[in-house]
């Protein structure tokens, strides 16, 4: 009898926990309603431009964050959804909840001399909780930090394998990067030798104390 009784108070205690937990884990809601982030590239082959998306990464308006990328080693396309934790919901908070426009955040428009970017650019489309939308290409180097560091998320990466190809196909969303892209007027050098390492582009970031 004490041990049924001393187990029922067991699974009761942890039921509470689940409960808790689960209701702590959505504390913090995102100040958007749908946040879409595309690392992409551009070349041009025989005059015309070709675009391929790499990695596509969207939080909706529960706080989940749902990504998929290609792995270039395989030409594999992987998928995986998450739930962002408090702390970094508020970090973005803390930069897409203030209304300001992206470009606020950027620190130069311009290379160092002789320096080229080694990896992909990045498409960022937010719709906010009012229903504007803003459109921006994000250039890691060119950003302050605290920005940088709200976006850390970018850098997880999927693990479930869904299909093969070499770039994530979306016409529409291709479609606005590349009219983006060539409206850019802050686009930096490229050297498109290899995507940058996480050390690269803390290395980039002209802020970042070596």
């Known amino acids: 009898?004490?041990?049924?009784?001393?187990?029922?108070?067991?699974?009761?205690?942890?039921?509470?926990?689940?409960?808790?937990?689960?209701?702590?884990?959505?504390?913090?809601?995102?100040?958007?309603?749908?946040?879409?982030?595309?690392?992409?590239?551009?070349?041009?082959?025989?005059?015309?431009?070709?675009?391929?998306?790499?990695?596509?990464?969207?939080?909706?308006e529960a706080g989940q964050l749902h990504i998929k990328a290609v792995y270039s080693?395989?030409?594999?396309?992987?998928?995986?959804?998450?739930?962002?934790?408090?702390?970094?919901?508020?970090?973005l908070n803390r930069i897409l909840g203030r209304g300001l426009p992206l470009k606020t955040y950027m620190i130069t428009e311009k290379d160092p001399p002789g320096a080229?970017?080694?990896?992909?650019?990045?498409?960022?489309?937010?719709?906010?909780?009012?229903g504007k939308?803003?459109?921006?290409?994000?250039?890691?180097?060119?950003?302050?930090?605290?920005?940088?560091?709200?976006f850390a998320f970018r850098l997880k990466w999927p693990r479930g394998k869904i299909a093969s190809g070499k770039k994530i196909v979306d016409p529409p969303l291709e479609a606005d990067i590349l009219k983006m892209h060539n409206a850019?007027?802050?686009?930096?050098?490229?050297?498109?030798?290899?995507p940058p390492t996480v050390r690269e582009l803390k290395v980039a970031d002209p802020a970042t104390k070596q």
């Open 1 to 60: 009898m004490f041990n049924t009784i001393n187990l029922r108070r067991l699974v009761f205690a942890c039921i509470l926990l689940s409960t808790f937990t689960s209701l702590r884990a959505q504390a913090i809601k995102p100040a958007f309603k749908q946040l879409i982030i595309a690392d992409y590239k551009v070349d041009t082959i025989k005059g015309h431009q070709e675009l391929a998306i790499i990695r596509y990464l969207e939080i909706n």
């Open 133 to 150: 939308t803003e459109n921006f290409i994000w250039v890691y180097p060119f950003m302050d930090t605290n920005f940088n560091a709200a």
């Open 73 to 91: 080693y395989d030409n594999s396309i992987v998928d995986s959804t998450y739930q962002l934790p408090d702390a970094e919901l508020s970090a």
């Open 184 to 194: 850019c007027t802050y686009l930096p050098r490229m050297d498109d030798r290899h």
């Open 116 to 130: 080229t970017f080694g990896g992909w650019l990045a498409y960022i489309t937010c719709t906010f909780t009012n």
